[in-house]
Nanobody, 119 residues
Framework: QVQLVESGGGLVQPGGSLRLSCAAS????????MTWYRQTPGKERELVAR????????NYADSVKDRFIITRDNAKNTTYLQMNSLKAEDTAVYYC????????????WGKGTVVTVSS
């Protein structure tokens, strides 16, 4: 079965950096785009960054552009989110997602990893 496991969250000071990882299994990883989302209490889940299956194309939310970098290693079935110049407003639970359509919508999520930006 499809599994997505996020790791790398933690407490970091404003201006600091973290790298999140999402280890995937149960599907052909290189075939599908991967997306990072984040959510804070009382708010809807927000798309942070997306990368295509090959890794050739990426896109970002305006709020993280030029600070976050999404990459993937298809040999390791893992996608990463490098987060730099972190701000208090980046505090959230970060989730990894993959979805595709094969006659039915397949939509899978990890359990999330908590990022707290605070001095």
């Amino acid at each position: 079965q499809v599994q997505l496991v996020e790791s790398g969250g933690g407490l970091v000071q404003p201006g600091g950096s973290l790298r999140l990882s999402c280890a995937a299994s149960g599907f052909t990883f290189s075939r599908y785009g991967m997306t990072w989302y984040r959510q804070t209490p009382g708010k809807e889940r927000e798309l942070v960054a997306r990368i295509t299956g090959s890794g050739a194309n990426t896109n970002y939310a305006d709020s993280v552009k030029d600070r976050f970098i999404i990459t993937r290693d298809n040999a390791k079935n893992t996608t990463y989110l490098q987060m730099n110049s972190l701000k208090a407003e980046d505090t959230a639970v970060y989730y990894c997602n993959v979805r595709w359509f094969d006659g039915a919508l397949r939509d899978y999520w990890g359990k999330g990893t908590v990022v707290t930006v605070s001095s």
